[in-house]
């Protein structure tokens, strides 16, 4: 196996800037999504690793040690919450497949996992769902790499394939959340509710992101491998909360809400609301938001920008749908709640 030349590079406007770069037998390797030089370059040298190790042949691994390497391998691409995530169902895999090699974990073993994690009732059918996405997102990964040539997990059944769609909000519903809110959940809830934005974005907003002068905060779309940037514009309502926020210290001098997880004070709210927090989620706002829009006749392509969706450049320069929809769209909606 040929594998020649290697360079760290630098992508402007980027989350995650860096990215690496080297050929293999004269294709061509990359992979961006780095959050510095130094991980890039580690990243790298073990893909080439990886690649000499295997050379084209199945690498017979173990689940363990392959799951450990897929989590570093996704760590460029998915966000703080997600490779959580990972981590904790990684633990539930570890004791069912502990001792299997990858490759020898058959379509009966995820059944058999399936059946054993529902009959143990300690988490939803949602969550289990959660759980065979990734381990058939593992087995695509393994796949690519070498490590196995079939996926067992691609044909497992999932509890609630539909599960996803999501809770839509009503409009009472919502100013019974915010007027039992504090009022720094009650902006995080106005940012999900009036602009669509993810838990993990929300929370990931820098005072350096926000210019109150110019009304606009600067959002970083963490969903996709190649994060994009989202200058919002803001009323003067938001412009105001943001202003009465306690003065900046720990992690709140960097960021505009403190790096502690909010989701105690938001079941506490949808509880003091009369809401049933079993069945709403915090990113639930996220599918309320784009279903109201909808329903004051916004047209699909403002939406799909107004949510950040990964195509939106292409569609938006066809329908010439700019900032300026999104931000009467997203007014609209503050009118109703506040």
């Known amino acids: 196996m040929d594998i020649s030349g290697g360079s ?3 992508v402007k406007d980027r989350l995650k800037p860096w990215r690496y770069s080297f050929r293999c037998n004269g294709k061509v390797i990359t992979k961006s999504g780095f959050s510095t030089r130094k991980a890039a370059l580690s990243a790298m040298e073990a893909k080439k690793k990886l ?10 691994i173990e689940f363990k040690e392959a799951y450990e390497i897929y989590l570093r391998d996704m760590e460029g691409e998915n966000t703080v919450d997600n490779i959580k995530n990972k981590k904790t169902y990684g633990k539930r895999f570890e004791s069912h497949f502990r ?3 990858l490759d020898q974990i058959t379509q009966i073993d995820i059944q058999r996992y399936k059946t054993n994690r529902k009959r143990a009732e300690t988490h939803s059918t949602g969550t289990i769902d959660l759980e065979l996405g990734t381990l058939k997102h593992l087995f695509g990964w393994a796949i690519a790499h070498g490590y196995t040539k079939t996926n067992p997990a691609k044909e497992i059944k999932k509890f609630n394939d539909d599960y996803r769609r999501g809770v839509v909000m009503t409009h009472e519903q919502a100013r019974r959340l915010l007027e039992t809110a504090d009022p720094e959940l009650k902006l995080r809830l106005l940012l999900a509710l009036v602009y669509g ?3 993990g974005e929300i929370a990931g907003i820098k005072k350096e992101d926000v210019d109150l002068l110019n009304k606009t905060i600067t959002i970083y779309r963490l969903k996709k491998k190649h994060s994009k940037k989202s200058v919002l514009q803001i009323p003067d309502e938001i412009v105001q909360m943001i202003k009465d926020l306690p003065p900046g210290v720990g992690n709140r001098a960097v960021y505009v809400f403190p790096k502690k997880d909010c989701e105690k004070r938001f079941k506490s709210a949808l509880i003091r609301a009369g809401i ?3 069945t709403f989620r915090f990113h639930d706002l996220r599918h309320t938001a784009a279903s ?3 329903e004051q006749g916004t047209n699909l392509e ?5 949510l950040g969706h990964s195509d939106i450049q292409t569609t938006s320069r066809y329908l010439h749908v700019d900032d300026r929809e999104v931000h009467v769209a ?3 909606t503050l009118k109703t709640l506040l």
């Open 8 to 10: 760290i590079l630098k």
């Open 51 to 60: 690649l000499l190790d295997y050379g084209g042949e199945i690498k017979r």
């Open 99 to 101: 001792g299997h090699y």
């Open 197 to 199: 934005l993810r838990h």
């Open 276 to 278: 049933d927090p079993k």
């Open 292 to 294: 109201w829009q909808l």
């Open 302 to 306: 403002t939406i799909r920008m107004f």
């Open 330 to 332: 997203a007014s609209k």
